[in-house]
Structures are given as structure tokens and as C-alpha cells.
């Protein structure tokens, strides 16, 4: 018998039992604390901030995964051109029977052939490594044009995750308002029920101040209210589940926004030329114009350079070995089958054809005159959008900022209704139609906040400001 903690001892034959209980009973306590941690993180929900939304909307938009495909094609382009900077090799290796053959004998007046009547093989190798020297700019236009293209190209990602960003943020608006109007339907059912249980108790009392029928004008009134939050619960559900298709979420994984509430900032317009200024400068479709536009120059430049010669110099050599023959060595005479002759030499390569240069430069340069209509038809619309979202962004702070004041008279309005109703010197009508007016200025007003955002948004993507 052995002594366990202080006051109290096992007896050696209820020992295995006493420890055989003991390990079960705490693997029941681990497993009940990992069921209950799994329970746990399954109705947790993940909780995003718009910042984060867009960063993920922008990571799996296949959008931007083309746009960045095209970049990478033409990050070859452009590595081809500085490929052909250096030496190009050429070589043509082959192999063959071939007769032996020996070398022929003088015999008296006659030329003897010794060659047996047996077939042999042969190996050969031509190859030619051409260095461009002058080419009146074949390459070097073609390597600006490939740089310009890999800029227009990151200059369309950055439009392309702009607009995703705008998306995200028209989505994220519109859940947080959507809820935000379930919320304020609910709050003005509740003062239609406040409204009825006071009929009812005046009612019972037999209070001349309101009539059977205002009964039935609270369900009359509550019409509205009802509709207007189905409506609120279809936008919700709907900007929900957009969001969950734009970060590519699965259908059942959910998520809880950061901020529940939309703020109104109220911030301070520069003049409008100011902004139009800024998106001439910063908006990336007119920077990838412009660019496109250096391009195309480059490549006409190109196309007229293929009209003139390229200088160049070279190393030729070619290999040949027939061991059943015998090398026969005549200045006048090559021998195919065994030699090896190397060399440098210096050419010049031009190319003539009737008319193909010249219409390959004409399609180039139409090329360069369409470019040129993009860029000033970009440039006529671009102070329009802009002028029309700073317009949009004065007008609905204009609106929010109203409706807001209004939902909070109509508001005091309904506590007034009904406390003069319960005196008796208010009517039913005043105390309805304060609720009524109370639910249409929170839509209003709900309804120009998220405009008043959505407009803000909308004037940065104008400007060019990059939102990721």
C-alpha cells in the first residue's frame, strides 16, 4: 500500500481500476472540448473589412488573371527582340550510306579506281552563327514597342482592378444599407404596434378620441412598411451573395461585415476643374493610350525600317567525315564527304518584294490614326463622367443630409403623436401619418447615403485614384 496526496490512500487492488477510470474519464474531457471547439469554429463567422473584400475580389478576378497572362505574353515579345540582339546559330547535321571509296592510281597511261564495291557511312554538319550589326533600326523600334505594350498592358491592370474595387464597394454599400433598411422597417412596424395596443386600450375604455376603424387604417398604413422591408430583405440577400461570387467564397462559408453601419463623411469638394485636371493626369485607360500610342509609333518605324538592307557578320563552317573514304584534297574539287572548312565574312541581307512593305507600313500607320481618335474621344468623355460624379456626390449630400434632419423630426414627430393621442387631445390620423413619414424619410435617407458613398466612390475611380 502506498500513500497518495496527504489525506487519503488506495488500496494496491483498486489501483488499476482507480487509473483505468481516471484515463477515460479525461479522454471524454478532450473529446468534448474538441467536439465543442469544432461546434465553435463552425458558427463563427469570418468577418471582412471592405480593404480586405477588394484585395480578394482583385486576387481571384480572372479579369486581371487575362490581363496578367497578356503581360507575361509580351514580357516575351520582348524578350525575343533582346534575343536577336545576339549571335543566331544555324546548323543542319545529317547521316548517310555513302560508297567507299580510295583514292585513284596512275598506271601507265590509265587512271586505276581501287575503290571496293562496299557502302560506308557518312556524318556531316553545316552551321552558320550570324551577329546583326546595323539594321536602320529593325530591332531596336520593335524592343520600344514591346516595352511600351508590357506598360500599357500593367496600366490595363490597373483599370481592371479598379473597376473590380468599384464593384466590390457598390456591393459592400449596398448590403450595409439593405440591412440598415430592414432594421428601420422593423423600428416603424413597431410604432404601428404601439399605435394599435393604444387604439385598443382607448377602445376598451370607450374614449371618443378614436374609432374601430382607425384599426384597420394602422393595417392600411403597415402595407408600405411590409413591402418596403421585403424589398430591403431581396437587396440584402442578393449584394450577399454578388459578394460571395466576387471573392469567390464558398456557398457555405459565411461572413459578417466590419462596419454595420454606413458612415457619412461629409467631405470637402475641391473645384471641379481641379479633379478633371487630376484624371488627365492619373486615370490609367488615358496613360495606357498614350503608351499604346508610343508603341504603334515604334512599330511603323519597324515596318519602314524592313525597306533597308541589315548589316551583318558571320561564321560559317561546315564538318563532313566518310571513314571508308579516303580525303581528296584539290583546291577546284571539294570534297563532300570528308572536309572541315571554317570562316568569317561580312554581308548584307535585303529584302524586295513588290508592294508587301509598303502595305504592312500603311496598316501600321492606320493603326497609329485609330489610336490617336481612342485617345481624343478619351479625352472629350473623361471630363464628363467626372463633372457628372462630382455633381452626383453634391447632390446626394445634399439629399442625405435632408432626409437625415427629416427622419429625425418625423421621429420626435411620432413620440409627440403619441403622447398627445394618450391625453386625448391628439388624433389617430397625426399619430399614423408621423409613422408613415417617419419610415418614407429613413428610406430617403438610407437610400441617399448610399448614393451620396457609391457617388464618392465613383468620383476616384473618375480621378484615377488607384483603390488597391
Not at 412596424?189 to 404601439?194: A, E, G, I, L, V
Request: with cysteine.
Amino acid at each position: 500500500m502506498r500513500a497518495w496526496g496527504r489525506g487519503f490512500s488506495i488500496p494496491e487492488k483498486n489501483r488499476i481500476a482507480f487509473v483505468s477510470i481516471t484515463i477515460i474519464i479525461c479522454t471524454f474531457v478532450f473529446i468534448a472540448h474538441d467536439v465543442a471547439g469544432e461546434e465553435k469554429e463552425k458558427t463563427e463567422k469570418l468577418v471582412f473589412t471592405l480593404q480586405q473584400l477588394i484585395d480578394m475580389a482583385i486576387a481571384k478576378s480572372p479579369e486581371m488573371g487575362e490581363t496578367r497572362s497578356e503581360i507575361a505574353g509580351t514580357r516575351s515579345d520582348l524578350d525575343q527582340v533582346k534575343a536577336a540582339y545576339y549571335p543566331q546559330l544555324d546548323s543542319t547535321a545529317i547521316i548517310g550510306p555513302v560508297n567507299d571509296a580510295k583514292r585513284p592510281v596512275v598506271l601507265g597511261t590509265r587512271i586505276h579506281d581501287p575503290s571496293p564495291d562496299t557502302v560506308g557511312v557518312f556524318g556531316r554538319i553545316d552551321f552558320t552563327a550570324t551577329q546583326p550589326l546595323y539594321t536602320f533600326g529593325k530591332l531596336s523600334n520593335r524592343k520600344d514597342a514591346a516595352s511600351r505594350g508590357i506598360r500599357a498592358k500593367e496600366l490595363m491592370l490597373v483599370e481592371k482592378g479598379n473597376e473590380t474595387a468599384l464593384r466590390v464597394k457598390e456591393l459592400y454599400y449596398a448590403l450595409i444599407v439593405a440591412r440598415a433598411g430592414m432594421e428601420a422597417a422593423d423600428d416603424a412596424d413597431s410604432f404601428f404596434d404601439d399605435a394599435k395596443q393604444r387604439m385598443k386600450r382607448l377602445l376598451e375604455l370607450g374614449s371618443t378620441n378614436v374609432l374601430e376603424s382607425d384599426l384597420y387604417r394602422v393595417e392600411a398604413y403597415r402595407a408600405e412598411t411590409a413591402r418596403s422591408r421585403a424589398e430591403a430583405e431581396k437587396g440584402a440577400k442578393v449584394a450577399y451573395f454578388a459578394l460571395k461570387s466576387v471573392i469567390y467564397l464558398p456557398p457555405e462559408t459565411n461572413f459578417e461585415l466590419a462596419e454595420k453601419v454606413l458612415p457619412f463623411k461629409e467631405e470637402t469638394l475641391s473645384e471641379l476643374p481641379s479633379y478633371i485636371e487630376k484624371a488627365y493626369g492619373d486615370r490609367p485607360e488615358l496613360k495606357q493610350v498614350e503608351e499604346a500610342l508610343a508603341a504603334q509609333q515604334s512599330l511603323v518605324r519597324a515596318a519602314e525600317s524592313d525597306r533597308y538592307p541589315s548589316f551583318f557578320v558571320a561564321l560559317e563552317g561546315s564538318l563532313a567525315g566518310a571513314p571508308g573514304r579516303e580525303t581528296f584534297y584539290n583546291p577546284y574539287i571539294p570534297d563532300e564527304f570528308n572536309h572541315a572548312n571554317v570562316g568569317v565574312v561580312a554581308g548584307v541581307k535585303w529584302n524586295f518584294d513588290f508592294g508587301i512593305s509598303k502595305a504592312k507600313v500603311d496598316k501600321e500607320r492606320a493603326e497609329y490614326g485609330r489610336l490617336h481618335y481612342t485617345k481624343a474621344s478619351a479625352k472629350l468623355n473623361i471630363p464628363i463622367q467626372v463633372a457628372q460624379y462630382y455633381q452626383e456626390v453634391k447632390e446626394w449630400r445634399v439629399a442625405a443630409e435632408s432626409y437625415s434632419k427629416g427622419a429625425t423630426a418625423s421621429r420626435k414627430w411620432i413620440v409627440a403623436a403619441l403622447t398627445n393621442f394618450d391625453m386625448g387631445v391628439g388624433t389617430a390620423d397625426d399619430m399614423l401619418r408621423a409613422i408613415e413619414k417617419y419610415g418614407e424619410n429613413q428610406g430617403k435617407y438610407l437610400e441617399a447615403l448610399f448614393n451620396y458613398n457609391l457617388s464618392l466612390a465613383r468620383l476616384e475611380y473618375a480621378v484615377g485614384a488607384k483603390a488597391w
